[in-house]
């Protein structure tokens, strides 16, 4: 699967987007974008997960740029609660793992 | 829905003795299991992905005579960490998938300390 590369830590105000970057200028065509979150001392949490495509969910955003090499993560409205570790996946077709790495940890504050 | 839980969330226990932990899919029948485990400070590192009914797949370096993992039903699989030494206290998480492409949907962890 190909890396991932994200900043080590990023901070928020409460109530402000937050774009978390993400970098996999190796992806392949078949290789799909995850994102999840660990809030501490929790197991990791799905967030949205894309092949081209930009998407939305109830949670975030996901824009994939054209030539897939990128994609930024965005939580419209974060809160406190958003504090975490998020982690960028590239994951491959079939029946490939998760390969977790670093990830980014958001703070968000008041 | 897809909701994992694990049980217990936190254990001590004597070295040289074995821990049993049980994950379980609660909403949803889940065909694969994956066990992670986490230090302080570092990421997720997969142990082993099991399949219902078959024996686990373990990743380089993890002991499969000291991890023991069974997934006897589609939504329970146990994660037994046999003579436990202090180096194996760590966070272990386990993750269930309705197939192995599919997203995972991941427990939320035990807090495993060995005195």
């Known amino acids: 699967d190909a890396k991932t590369t994200q900043p080590t830590s990023m901070d928020c105000a409460e109530g402000r987007a937050a774009n978390l970057p993400c970098n996999h200028s190796?992806?392949?065509?078949?290789?799909?974008v995850y994102w999840y979150r660990q809030i501490h001392s929790q197991g990791p949490q799905y967030i949205i997960h894309?092949?081209?495509n930009n998407e939305t969910n109830e949670m975030a955003s996901l824009i994939i740029t054209e030539d897939r090499k990128s994609s930024t993560l965005i939580l419209p409205h974060a809160t406190l609660r958003d504090t975490a570790v998020y982690y960028c996946?590239?994951?491959?077709?079939?029946?490939?793992?998760?390969?977790f790495g670093k990830g980014t940890m958001l703070l968000v504050s008041p | 829905g897809a909701v994992v839980s694990q049980h217990p969330s936190w254990v001590i226990c004597k070295s040289g003795t074995s821990v049993k932990i049980e994950c379980r899919s609660l909403?949803?029948?889940?065909?694969?299991m994956f066990w992670y485990r986490q230090f302080p400070k570092q990421s997720l590192m997969l142990m082993a992905t099991?399949?219902?009914?078959?024996?686990?797949?373990?990743e380089q370096g993890v002991e499969k005579d000291k991890f023991l993992i069974n997934h006897a039903s589609l939504t329970l699989s146990t994660l037994t960490v046999t003579s436990a030494h202090p180096e194996d206290s760590s966070f272990y998480i386990c993750?269930?998938?309705?197939?192995?492409?599919?997203?995972?949907?991941f427990g939320p962890g035990t807090r495993l300390t060995v005195t």
């Open positions: 993750s269930a998938s309705l197939r192995r492409d599919y997203e995972q949907y």
């Open positions: 190796t992806i392949s065509g078949n290789e799909y």
């Open positions: 894309g092949l081209k």
């Open positions: 996946i590239v994951r491959g077709g079939g029946y490939s793992t998760l390969t």
């Open positions: 909403d949803f029948q889940a065909t694969t």
């Open positions: 099991s399949n219902e009914g078959s024996k686990a797949t373990y």
